[in-house]
Nanobody, 125 residues
Framework: QVQLVESGGGSVQAGGSLRLSCMASEYITSPYSMAWFRQVPGKEREGVAYISSDSFTRYADSVRGRFTVSRDSAQNILYLRMNSLKPEDNAKYYC???????????????????WGQGTQVTVSS
C-alpha cells in the first residue's frame, strides 16, 4: 500500500510563492497518474494539476500559468510550484496517485487509489 505524505504548506501573502511536495513511501510503477487536489470547507475537492508517467500534464483553468506540477521519479516525489498566489487559492492541498493513465478523467477523485493527508495553504490579501 503506497502512502503519500504532503509537505510545504504554510501562510503567504498574495502574490507570493510556495512549493508543495508529496513523498511516496515506495516507488510507483508505471503506468501511473499523480495529481494535486484542493478543498475548502463546504466545497467539493477539486483537481488542480496532474502529471502522468508519460510526462503529460494538465491544469485547472484557475491555476494554469501560475502553478507547475513536476516529479522526481528517482526519489518518488511529486511537486507543485505555486506562484502568484491569490486568496482564492486558500485550501487544503492533497496529492493522489493511481496505477493507470487517467487523461481526461484526471479530475475525478474516485479514480485515485492513494491519497495523502493534505497540507494547508493560506494566502492573505
Amino acid at each position: 500500500q503506497v502512502q503519500l505524505v504532503e509537505s510545504g504548506g504554510g501562510s503567504v501573502q498574495a502574490g507570493g510563492s510556495l512549493r508543495l511536495s508529496c513523498m511516496a513511501s515506495e516507488y510507483i510503477t508505471s503506468p501511473y497518474s499523480m495529481a494535486w487536489f484542493r478543498q475548502v470547507p463546504g466545497k467539493e475537492r477539486e483537481g488542480v494539476a496532474y502529471i502522468s508517467s508519460d510526462s503529460f500534464t494538465r491544469y485547472a483553468d484557475s491555476v494554469r500559468g501560475r502553478f507547475t506540477v513536476s516529479r522526481d521519479s528517482a526519489q518518488n516525489i511529486l511537486y507543485l510550484r505555486m506562484n502568484s498566489l491569490k486568496p482564492e487559492d486558500n485550501a487544503k492541498y492533497y496529492c493522489a496517485a493511481v496505477n493507470m493513465i487517467l487523461g481526461a478523467l484526471w479530475t475525478n477523485q474516485e479514480q485515485y487509489s492513494f491519497w495523502g493527508q493534505g497540507t494547508q495553504v493560506t494566502v492573505s490579501s
